[in-house]
């Protein structure tokens, strides 16, 4: 059986991959602030043995009691997913930085804070991977979401230097970019100037991005772009930066 933590589990792309796990016969913990919301996830699992945890990823001291139940409970483990994540919209004129800091903080400090601390297990699991959720958004800013795609690039970054950090721990490191995702994820983000929220209708599901977890964790992948348009994007950012600049635009739409 293989052990799985995942990271801002309570809902969204966490959830679902928790589930998808779970279905596969992984043991698996769940990690996020919510307890209410952890333990009805925890609850509608198949299989036994799961465990809610309830911590901060930005929060030292909580994610340490966390990870000695962990250990505890789990002993070691085979799958890391660094999913919690936070968004937040303003253009860089209104920005608020306590906003700036705790996006960063969750979405950057947290997964270092969470690759430290999981690092002892993985080196006790059978063939470890850790997958982190990054963003398309990783390799191409976007207007309104300055701080968002920073935080992400900086994740995209994490990966490449733990990638061989780890590499002669063997443990597999992945940066998984997933596009526009259904959740609650821009209901959720702080929006103080009411910027437009992004078109879901040609959304991919969170069952769909989960499904990418999973493979990962069966055949490991340095990274894993979910819409390919948005990796040649990037590509085309480096090289041509204004021609990018002009197919964004006309692809998210709005007053860029
Ligand atoms: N939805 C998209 O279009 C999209 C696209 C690309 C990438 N992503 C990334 O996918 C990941 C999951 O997002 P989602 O779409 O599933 O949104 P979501 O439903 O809002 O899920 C975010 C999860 O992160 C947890 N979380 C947030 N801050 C946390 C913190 N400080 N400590 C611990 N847990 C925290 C939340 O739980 P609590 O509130 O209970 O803590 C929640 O479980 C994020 O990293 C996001 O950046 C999303």
Redesign the pocket.
Known sequence: MRRALV?????????ATARCLAERGYRVAL????AE??AEVLDSLPGAGHLALR?????EGQLAEAFETLAREFGGLELVVN?????YRARVGELDVELVNRTL???VT?PLLVARAALPLLRRGERPVLVN?????GRRGIPGQSV?SAS?AALVSIGEALRLEWAREGIAVCTL??????????D??PNPARLAD?DLAR?DS?RA?AEEVVALDVRPRAERVLRAKWRWLGVLSALAPRFADRMLAKRIGGDW
């Open positions: 990271t801002g589990a309570s809902s969204g792309i966490g959830e990690l996020a602030r919510r919301r952890l911590a901060d990823v930005a929060d999913n919690a994540g936070a968004g903080a969750t979405n947290g959720v990054a963003s398309v958004v968002y992400k970019s997933p596009g526009l995702t259904s959740t609650g994820f821009f959720a983000q992004p959304s969170a991005v």
